[in-house]
């Protein structure tokens, strides 16, 4: 039986899994540059160690309601153009599942989180989300943001 392990995090109260081989790091939330001109989905620049790396907000990117209380973390990802950060709420346990609990989305995830999720594992309890990072990482343009916030 082939298993997978996933790096595990929470963006509001979704539940979300990465593969753990994409994740370079996990750290606090750190300065940040902003980008004039970029999309509200990239909050901003980070220096990681002399690595100019970007920072995508998830929540953003998302379509979920920004959240005051507390500071987003990093994870940093592997890309094939360098690293990526993107800002969760909070990290979760590195847990391995079988590929046979590994389902398409069901009709019950809505709007963009549907868009951003490759399928499912089903847990005791609740679902871990997989992360499509190839299409989380697509950062809408300023001109998309803004016909999305005016819908």
Known sequence: MATQQFCTFYVGQLFFGIDVLKVQ?????????RVPQASSVVRGLINLRGQIVTAIDLRRRLNISECD????????IQTDEGAVSLLIDEIG??????????ETPPAT????????ISGVYKLEGRLL???????ALLVPSQEDTKKEDAA
Do not use: W, Y
Request: a negative charge; hydrophobic letters at 45%; glycine letters at 2%.
């Open 93 to 102: 346990d590195v847990l391995e599942v079988s590929s046979d609990s590994f």
């Open 109 to 116: 995830i809505h709007g963009v989180p549907r868009e951003l």
């Open 25 to 33: 790091e996990v750290i606090r939330l750190q300065a940040m540059t």
């Open 69 to 76: 209380n507390k500071d987003p973390m990093n994870i940093v």
């Open 129 to 135: 989300l997989v992360l499509d990072l190839d299409k």
